[in-house]
């Protein structure tokens, strides 16, 4: 018979030695390297709220959780960072997933979390919790040498190369301002910042260059913006063929963003630049005068399930004054019922209501609206939610963000 119970330290190893197979990674053999990963996982968070599925003494399920800070349009609320999600393929089709997944969600009402949100894995396995497909991303590759850019790109920011020590201190403030702005964008704490993006040990570079920092300034001294990239060093024949790895590029203004992929596609030994998850509107994509010269690969990205309906809607801003009343139907029975959803320009109220339904739902349909990407007039033309055209159109009209949700790192 299987169990589930909460995580706690001294299950880190065997934890992840259950999840190794499936991932596909080794742990560290040398006991000062596997201390110190431990040490790391351990700062970074996402074991004390984690799940741990037994059959007898042997681990054969895992999931943890971090604890989020995530925006929404005009708004941050509290997340449960679902992560680390597996099952012993000796236990498949056994329900060891659900009861993993009943134990998470069930925490994260506890803990007082307004949504839990992820990255899949594989885009077929969480609907059925309640997720969601919130966020999608773009994946790029483009021949530098062929790049142009239009005569209107704004003109750019000063651009300065700055050491790794001044990256640690100048990152996260400039960080945490753009990512309010950015619905999908988390918080970052310290030991997140130190172990997850700013280590660069020589086995997190693939075999690439140390991480090169780059950051816009604008005239009066502000930072901007910044970019991080790894070079590949390549050559065909006798010529440099280098490969530019974007890590990450996030700007402010359009003097910042035309000065961070200016640096970036301005680099004259490279041929190629790779960026994955860019957001699906990068200004990168209005630059470039050719942009079939850019090979694009669509993804999903982040899964976003709402816990509590009335603190997630009463959250965020809305694009247009309306009145509409949804009924919820969530499978796991968290967040079912009919809700009363108004703003009138000032005032945003949420509340149960008794009253017929203008549209009837999934938990999974709000999640994707809460981060600004509602697709309730394409779901009622296809039959998937009931309600009629004009309380979709009202919907699709409220919950649109003028910017494109984005998460610019796996978690």
């Given at each position: 018979?299987?169990?589930?119970?909460?995580?706690?330290?001294?299950?880190?190893?065997?934890?992840?030695?259950?999840?190794?197979?499936?991932?596909?990674?080794?742990?560290?053999?040398?006991?000062?390297?596997?201390?110190?990963?431990?040490?790391?996982?351990?700062?970074?968070?996402g074991i004390d709220r984690g799940m741990v599925a037994e059959d007898g003494d042997l681990i054969v399920g895992t999931l943890g959780s971090f604890d989020l800070d995530m925006t929404v349009p005009n708004g941050s609320i509290p997340c449960a960072?679902?992560?680390?999600?597996?099952?012993?393929?000796?236990?498949?089709?056994?329900?060891?997933?659900?009861?993993?997944?009943?134990?998470h969600l069930a925490e994260a009402v506890e803990h007082g979390d307004v949504i839990a949100a992820l990255w899949a894995s594989d885009s077929a396995i969480y609907g059925r919790f309640g997720y969601g497909r919130a966020i999608d991303a773009v994946?790029?590759?483009?021949?530098?040498?062929?790049?142009?850019?239009?005569?209107?790109?704004?003109?750019?920011?000063?651009?300065?190369?700055?050491?790794?020590?001044?990256?640690?201190?100048?990152?996260?403030?400039?960080?945490?301002?753009?990512?309010?702005?950015?619905?999908?964008?988390?918080?970052?704490?310290?030991?997140?910042?130190?172990?997850?993006?700013?280590?660069?040990?020589?086995?997190?570079?693939?075999?690439?260059?140390?991480?090169?920092?780059?950051?816009?300034?604008?005239?009066?001294?502000?930072?901007?913006?910044?970019?991080?990239?790894?070079?590949?060093?390549?050559?065909?024949?006798?010529?440099?063929?280098?490969?530019?790895?974007?890590?990450?590029?996030?700007?402010?203004?359009?003097?910042?963003?035309?000065?961070?992929?200016?640096?970036?596609?301005?680099?004259?030994?490279?041929?190629?630049?790779?960026?994955?998850?860019?957001?699906?509107?990068?200004?990168?994509?209005?630059?470039?005068?050719?942009?079939?010269?850019?090979?694009?690969?669509?993804?999903?990205?982040?899964?976003?399930?709402?816990?509590?309906?009335?603190?997630?809607?009463?959250?965020?801003?809305?694009?247009?004054?309306?009145?509409?009343?949804?009924?919820?139907?969530?499978?796991?029975?968290?967040?079912?019922?009919?809700?009363?959803?108004?703003?009138?320009?000032?005032?945003?109220?949420c509340s149960g209501s008794s009253g017929p339904a203008d549209l009837e739902i999934d938990v999974s349909d709000l999640g994707v609206a809460l981060m600004g990407r509602p697709r309730f007039s394409a779901s009622v033309l296809a039959g998937t939610?009931?309600?009629?055209?004009?309380?979709?159109?009202?919907?699709?009209?409220?919950?649109?963000?003028?910017?494109?949700?984005?998460?610019?790192?796996?978690?």
């Amino acid at each position: 018979m299987t169990t589930v119970r909460r995580a706690n330290r001294d299950d880190i190893f065997p934890l992840f030695e259950a999840m190794s197979l499936q991932f596909s990674f080794d742990l560290p053999e040398d006991e000062e390297k596997r201390e110190d990963w431990k040490n790391r996982i351990i700062e970074t968070g996402g074991i004390d709220r984690g799940m741990v599925a037994e059959d007898g003494d042997l681990i054969v399920g895992t999931l943890g959780s971090f604890d989020l800070d995530m925006t929404v349009p005009n708004g941050s609320i509290p997340c449960a960072g679902t992560t680390w999600v597996s099952v012993s393929p000796t236990h498949r089709r056994r329900g060891v997933l659900r009861q993993l997944m009943s134990a998470h969600l069930a925490e994260a009402v506890e803990h007082g979390d307004v949504i839990a949100a992820l990255w899949a894995s594989d885009s077929a396995i969480y609907g059925r919790f309640g997720y969601g497909r919130a966020i999608d991303a773009v994946s790029i590759e483009l021949d530098r040498r062929g790049a142009r850019f239009r005569n209107s790109m704004p003109s750019p920011d000063r651009i300065e190369m700055i050491t790794p020590e001044e990256a640690a201190s100048a990152l996260p403030p400039l960080y945490e301002h753009i990512r309010r702005e950015v619905p999908g964008a988390f918080a970052r704490t310290e030991p997140w910042w130190r172990h997850r993006r700013l280590r660069d040990t020589p086995d997190r570079r693939d075999g690439n260059s140390a991480l090169r920092t780059a950051v816009s300034v604008a005239d009066d001294g502000r930072a901007t913006g910044y970019a991080q990239f790894r070079v590949e060093s390549k050559f065909d024949g006798a010529h440099s063929a280098d490969i530019v790895h974007v890590v990450e590029l996030l700007g402010s203004s359009p003097a910042s963003w035309s000065a961070l992929w200016s640096i970036v596609l301005g680099l004259d030994l490279a041929t190629k630049v790779k960026a994955r998850f860019r957001p699906l509107d990068d200004p990168l994509f209005e630059y470039l005068t050719g942009i079939r010269r850019v090979d694009r690969t669509l993804t999903d990205t982040v899964w976003v399930r709402v816990l509590d309906v009335e603190r997630a809607l009463t959250s965020r801003a809305y694009s247009e004054p309306g009145a509409l009343t949804l009924a919820i139907a969530d499978d796991m029975g968290i967040a079912n019922g009919t809700y009363r959803l108004g703003w009138d320009g000032h005032r945003i109220d949420c509340s149960g209501s008794s009253g017929p339904a203008d549209l009837e739902i999934d938990v999974s349909d709000l999640g994707v609206a809460l981060m600004g990407r509602p697709r309730f007039s394409a779901s009622v033309l296809a039959g998937t939610i009931d309600g009629s055209m004009d309380a979709a159109a009202l919907a699709d009209r409220m919950f649109a963000h003028h910017r494109a949700p984005f998460c610019p790192e796996v978690f």
